[in-house]
């Protein structure tokens, strides 16, 4: 596979996880057509190894976000603004702490998103609180196993 349709996946990875955060974008599956196009495209092993984690990462987040409460942000008072943080938290939580990272850096950029709208750290902790129950905890859910499957496929394409 050449360094644009490389590219062409990463962008389409990148859409995906953009996709987690705004409502009624399938973020989750643009992630796992991006897999799936380069497995198709580079048929490698590692390739396939990487396509078959994916989608037992997506089922097994699906099968956990069921078990989670269901969404109901707005209600909440989660704005585009906080998600913007949230995603932005994760992301460089996930590379500045490897892996794991990406839960205190979605937890980090709900806060602060909430502390620099309501001024008081006590207001943004109960907001954040309140966020997570109303459905943030299946959006960090989601969007975790999307960071992976990036992460897997990152490290394929590098060291491969």
């Known amino acids: 596979m050449g360094a644009w349709e490389l590219l062409l996946v990463g962008l389409v ?11 009624g974008l399938p973020g989750s599956w643009l992630v796992w057509a991006a ?13 396939w190894l990487v396509l078959v984690g994916a989608t037992g990462a997506l089922f097994l987040c699906q099968v956990v976000r069921w078990a989670l409460p269901p969404r109901r ?7 585009r603004r906080m998600a913007g943080y949230a995603g932005a938290g994760a992301f460089l939580g996930f590379f500045l702490v490897p892996v794991l990272g990406a839960i205190p850096g979605f937890l980090g ?3 602060l ?11 943004a902790r109960a907001s954040l609180r309140t966020v997570m129950r109303a ?26």
């Open 13 to 23: 990875m990148l859409l995906g996880l953009c996709g987690v955060l705004v409502p």
């Open 35 to 47: 897999v799936l196009w380069w497995a198709l495209k580079d048929p490698e092993p590692v390739a």
């Open 73 to 79: 942000l707005k209600t909440s008072g989660a704005t």
């Open 109 to 111: 950029g709900v806060y």
């Open 113 to 123: 998103s909430e502390r620099l709208r309501l001024g008081r750290p006590d207001a």
């Open 135 to 160: 459905g943030g905890s299946s959006i960090l859910a989601e969007l975790f196993t999307c960071l992976l499957i990036t992460g897997a496929w990152l490290v394929a394409v590098l060291w491969w």
